[in-house]
């Protein structure tokens, strides 16, 4: 599936055209926006025969598994970059990539699933007396602040989640918060190793090595860096929340184990001592103090009833009990 913008002038407009691409990129004062969703054979061609692009770029855009990066060739950035989404109630982290080739006069996207930032930027470029000017370096800016502006959402989603993780761990526990906790922290380092290559992507972006963007793109995608360097002390500081979060459920389960532990030592001091005096008066010696006693039945359960008091008292006067 492909899309093509063509910004001439002050307007922009859509084209089918893509046979004569090569003629309507070699047009003075032409821009071009051409997507690409799931390339195929034609699409690569396509890439390799009018862009020229190298085919280590190419191999690149092509793969899925490609870490956020940019690589500079002789007149165009080829970027990595990603859009994440949160999947359901399971709080998986879903990351989509998709590959940016940046040259003076086009811009080519490219991605295997679809992604409504592409979608919406290129309809903002379009639009007619929008507030994006008909030039690359806006449109790249719109792409890739669409994308990032999608993390500010995603980080409030994770942060709700952490409040209800909390509650549930100190309120009324869950077994499966636990498995929520843990599923949440490989989801923020998942998009630690996302946001922080981009954010040196961006800054890479910003030194300009490439006469692609203008003074005025350059203030534009400062801004990006700014909203990436936010996210990444967002997903920081949820790591660091859920870590204390499960430190500090396991300390609770630890004082509760102990406590229990403590209560049942007592018990059982307070049943050995009650024995003890069960078994001396349970043996069955003829010649024996008391065992002929009437009030023998009473005296033993009066001293273990006695016993056990003063070990109660002992205890809560060492603040054990």
Same mark, same amino acid.
């Given at each position: 599936?492909?899309?093509?913008?063509?910004?001439?002038?002050?307007?922009?407009?859509?084209?089918?055209?893509?046979?004569?691409?090569?003629?309507?990129?070699?047009?003075?004062?032409?821009?071009?926006?051409?997507?690409?969703?799931?390339?195929?054979?034609?699409?690569?061609?396509?890439?390799?025969?009018?862009?020229?692009?190298?085919?280590?770029?190419?191999?690149?855009?092509?793969?899925?598994?490609?870490?956020?990066?940019?690589?500079?060739?002789?007149?165009?950035?080829?970027?990595?970059?990603?859009?994440?989404?949160?999947?359901?109630?399971?709080?998986?982290?879903?990351?989509?990539?998709?590959?940016?080739?940046?040259?003076?006069?086009?811009?080519?996207?490219?991605?295997?699933?679809?992604?409504?930032?592409?979608?919406?930027?290129?309809?903002?470029?379009?639009?007619?007396?929008?507030?994006?000017?008909?030039?690359?370096?806006?449109?790249?800016?719109?792409?890739? $602040?669409?994308?990032? $502006?999608?993390?500010?959402?995603?980080?409030?989603?994770?942060?709700?989640?952490?409040?209800?993780?909390? $509650?549930?761990?100190?309120?009324?526990?869950?077994?499966?918060?636990?498995?929520?906790?843990?599923?949440?922290?490989?989801?923020?380092?998942?998009?630690?190793?996302?946001?922080?290559?981009?954010?040196?992507?961006?800054?890479?972006?910003?030194?300009?090595?490439?006469?692609?963007?203008?003074?005025?793109?350059?203030?534009?995608?400062?801004?990006?860096?700014?909203?990436?360097?936010?996210?990444?002390?967002?997903?920081?500081?949820?790591?660091?929340?859920?870590?204390?979060?499960? $430190?500090?459920?396991?300390?609770?389960?630890?004082?509760?184990?102990?406590?229990?532990?403590?209560?049942?030592?007592?018990?059982?001091?307070?049943?050995?001592?009650?024995?003890?005096?069960?078994?001396?008066?349970?043996?069955?010696?003829?010649?024996?103090?008391?065992?002929?006693?009437?009030?023998?039945?009473?005296?033993?359960?009066?001293?273990?009833?006695?016993?056990?008091?003063?070990?109660?008292?002992?205890?809560?006067?060492?603040?054990?009990?």
């Amino acid at each position: 599936m492909r899309a093509l913008l063509i910004a001439h002038n002050s307007s922009v407009a859509q084209s089918t055209d893509f046979e004569h691409l090569d003629r309507d990129l070699a047009a003075p004062g032409n821009q071009i926006w051409l997507d690409i969703e799931r390339p195929q054979e034609d699409d690569i061609a396509l890439l390799r025969e009018i862009f020229h692009f190298h085919p280590l770029a190419i191999e690149d855009a092509t793969r899925a598994s490609e870490r956020p990066k940019v690589d500079l060739y002789s007149d165009y950035y080829s970027l990595a970059f990603y859009a994440t989404r949160l999947i359901g109630e399971t709080g998986d982290l879903d990351l989509q990539p998709f590959h940016l080739f940046v040259g003076a006069n086009y811009l080519v996207s490219i991605h295997e699933q679809p992604l409504p930032e592409v979608v919406g930027s290129m309809a903002r470029w379009e639009l007619k007396n929008g507030p994006l000017q008909p030039k690359i370096g806006a449109a790249v800016h719109a792409l890739l $602040d669409a994308v990032v $502006d999608e993390y500010f959402p995603l980080m409030d989603q994770i942060a709700d989640r952490v409040d209800e993780l909390e $509650d549930s761990l100190f309120t009324e526990f869950n077994p499966k918060s636990l498995e929520t906790i843990f599923r949440l922290k490989k989801g923020l380092l998942n998009m630690r190793r996302v946001v922080a290559p981009e954010r040196d992507v961006l800054n890479h972006l910003l030194r300009r090595e490439l006469p692609v963007f203008t003074t005025e793109d350059v203030a534009y995608l400062q801004d990006v860096y700014d909203h990436l360097v936010r996210v990444t002390d967002s997903v920081d500081t949820y790591r660091d929340l859920l870590s204390n979060a499960l $430190d500090s459920f396991l300390s609770v389960q630890s004082n509760r184990l102990n406590e229990a532990v403590k209560v049942l030592t007592i018990a059982s001091i307070l049943l050995m001592s009650s024995s003890l005096i069960a078994g001396i008066y349970g043996m069955n010696f003829v010649h024996m103090p008391e065992i002929r006693w009437p009030l023998g039945y009473a005296w033993a359960l009066g001293l273990m009833a006695t016993v056990s008091l003063s070990l109660i008292l002992f205890f809560r006067w060492r603040k054990w009990l």
